[in-house]
């Protein structure tokens, strides 16, 4: 079983930048993708970046393609998001994800979720 943390949304103005982090622990190792999501008022768990564990081949949503970057550190055990020229539509609660094999943009191939983080842009 997989744990995910997330930490570091927080409220930002519109073109500033955040760095969201998620500590991985437990078994990732049938885990292909590591993915971020999220989720604002009302709408549904949308798929943001992902990020496949064996070469680290990146996938990115249009609507952040060009500004945000999904990165991970091994030795730290952590995937991070990097998230620049943000605009107030990014407003969301972000998770982190782990355990699809396959089909990368659905969150329902997704198994291990964590707690979520709330970033907020404002206009």
């Known amino acids: 079983q997989v744990q995910l943390v997330e930490s570091g949304g927080g409220l930002v103005q519109a073109g500033g930048s955040l760095r969201l982090s998620c500590a991985v622990s437990?078994?990732?190792?049938?885990?292909?993708?590591m993915g971020w999501f999220r989720q604002a008022p009302g709408k549904e768990r949308e798929f943001v970046a992902a990020?496949?564990?064996?070469?680290?081949?990146?996938y990115y949503a249009d609507s952040v393609k060009g500004r945000f970057t999904i990165s991970r550190d091994n030795a730290k055990n952590t995937v991070y998001l990097q998230m620049s020229s943000l605009k107030p539509e990014d407003t969301a609660v972000y998770y982190c994800?782990?355990?699809?094999?396959?089909?990368?943009?659905?969150?329902?191939?997704?198994?291990?979720w964590g707690q979520g983080t709330q970033v907020t842009v404002s206009s």
């Open positions: 990020l496949r564990w064996s070469g680290g081949t990146t």
């Open positions: 994800a782990a355990g699809a094999m396959s089909f990368y943009t659905a969150a329902s191939r997704y198994n291990s």
């Open positions: 437990g078994r990732t190792f049938g885990s292909a993708f």
